[in-house]
């Protein structure tokens, strides 16, 4: 820039520059992103559909927000883009899940100089799985919606801290968020009630907080990490189980490919279904939406109520 090359010739000034604004700090408060202008609405960032949903369902009009990862796209096989990085101009924090969901969210952010990245799993129990690499996090925690109130008063807090003239505004998007979140999950509970089995498949192992929450059963996983097909001796324990189970349903996610277990549920004679961890697709254009649609598809397959 300019200023910078004419201070880098002048000494004198750039320490003069540099003392004015240490002494100014103080009195301007926070730094302002690149673009932002004092009383503009922060923008911060979000790198799967999920929180970024309920960080816009919080943000209301006080803050803009803005989602990375594409729908229909999955954070196990994303490779940032160029665009991506171009989204987040002027962004002062970005949502992630962390726990290897969403590393390359800290790479997007770097390059474009977002200083900082705020992990959504503040006050929530995180499973950890003995199956995952030395006992890792299982990092799928939004698919429960007592997680996801927690999400929402994370992203609250963050955004209080960026736009705190605006904290009673947040406070009660918030609580009108919260409201909706817990009516979403009586209704859920109420549609899971009474089914004559709990017990499913799952294409990938993203599904065991939702288990948890309503009760289900989650008997065999077919790829145990995704994007990556099972060896032999994975598919065979898979079929093992199913038999050994009574599962009837498998369950793929439209952000992967389920060629390879399409000949194998032929032969188990189960069926395939489907279940969205993510959402932001027509008719799951939401976080409750996608929650919605996922308990009407455990309904549908084990012969609970009609939604």
Do not use: C
């Not at 940032?80 to 002062?92: D, M």
């Not at 003995?130 to 990092?139: I, L, Q």
């Not at 059963?217 to 990490?225: G, H, K, L, S």
């Not at 898979?238 to 439209?254: H, M, N, Y």
Request: glycine share 10%.
């Amino acid at each position: 820039m300019v200023h910078g090359a004419t201070n880098a010739r002048n000494p004198r000034l750039a320490t003069l520059v540099a003392l004015i604004a240490l002494a100014a700090g103080p009195l301007l408060g926070p730094a302002l992103a690149f673009g932002e202008t004092a009383g503009s609405k922060p923008k911060v960032g979000a790198t799967i559909f999920p929180i970024y949903d309920i960080a816009r369902q919080v943000a209301g009009p006080i803050a803009d927000v803005v989602l990375i990862l594409p729908p229909g796209a999955s954070p196990h096989t994303f490779e940032p883009t160029p665009a991506a990085v171009r989204s987040l101009t002027g962004a002062r924090a970005v949502f992630v899940i962390g726990h290897g969901l969403d590393d390359w969210a800290a790479r997007v952010a770097r390059g474009a100089g977002v200083p900082r990245l705020v992990r959504a799993d503040t006050d929530i129990a995180l499973r950890r799985e003995a199956g995952r690499d030395g006992g890792s996090v299982d990092p799928h925690y939004w698919l429960s919606i007592r997680n996801a109130e927690a999400i929402a008063r994370t992203v609250a807090a963050e955004l209080e801290h960026l736009a705190p003239d605006r904290a009673v505004d947040i406070r009660g998007t918030l609580a009108a968020y919260l409201a909706r979140l817990e009516a979403a999950d009586r209704e859920i509970r109420r549609l899971l009630d009474g089914l004559p089995t709990r017990r499913i498949a799952t294409f990938h192992d993203a599904f065991s907080y939702f288990a948890d929450a309503y009760g289900l059963e989650i008997a065999a996983v077919f790829e145990p990490y995704p994007g990556r097909e099972p060896g032999p001796r994975f598919v065979v324990a898979f079929q093992q189980k199913v038999r050994a189970t009574g599962v009837r349903v498998v369950f793929s996610e439209p952000q992967l490919s389920v060629d390879a277990i399409r000949p194998i549920a032929r032969d188990l004679g189960v069926a395939i279904s489907v279940l969205d961890p993510l959402g932001g697709s027509p008719g799951r254009e939401g976080y409750i939406e996608t929650m919605r649609f996922n308990a009407r598809q455990v309904a549908a397959a084990l012969g609970g109520r009609a939604p």
